[in-house]
């Protein structure tokens, strides 16, 4: 399996807030922390804050932050929230798909269960997990 870079880009928002929790950080400087795309990065802090995730400010001096502690976010929410309802694989759509097998496939049952795992194992960890080395992480977003 492979995220999305939608979820990559979310997973990525959030480290940065949580290592600057101390201040406003805007979208412009998260983009050239990580030299990625100011527009993909709009379309993922809106998600995140239509989420109730970040909170965004608006205006002169504004920016975005947390809205909750890290220890309080949870990874595999934030990745089922960022990946979406899409079916795993076509013959889990709503209208079954056009796989001639579906009807005695055991293949969607097995992803099923693979993905559960995927999520429960996310689901351990906290957006505080993935921040526990603050000053090496902080030194590595720092644009020279």
């Known amino acids: 399996m492979k995220l999305t870079t939608f979820s990559d880009y979310t997973l990525r928002v959030l480290m940065f807030l949580a290592l600057n929790r101390d201040r406003l950080a805007t979208i412009p400087e998260i983009a050239a922390a990580y030299d990625i795309s100011e527009n993909h990065l709009m379309k993922v802090v809106h998600q995140l804050a239509r989420a109730g995730v970040i909170e965004s400010l608006r205006g002169k001096g504004g920016g975005i932050r947390l809205a909750r502690e890290p220890e309080d976010i949870?990874?595999?929410?934030?990745?089922?929230?960022?990946?979406?309802s899409a079916p795993i694989v076509e013959c889990m759509s709503d209208d079954g798909g056009t796989c001639r097998i579906a009807p005695a496939c055991r293949l969607?049952?097995?992803?099923?269960r693979a993905f559960d795992a995927?999520?429960?194992?996310?689901?351990?960890?906290t957006l505080a997990d993935l921040v526990r080395?603050?000053?090496?992480l902080k030194a590595l977003l720092v644009r020279g």
């Open 74 to 84: 949870r990874l595999g929410q934030i990745v089922r929230t960022s990946e979406g």
């Open 108 to 112: 969607a049952a097995v992803l099923v």
């Open 118 to 125: 995927l999520f429960a194992t996310l689901d351990e960890y």
């Open 133 to 136: 080395a603050p000053r090496s």
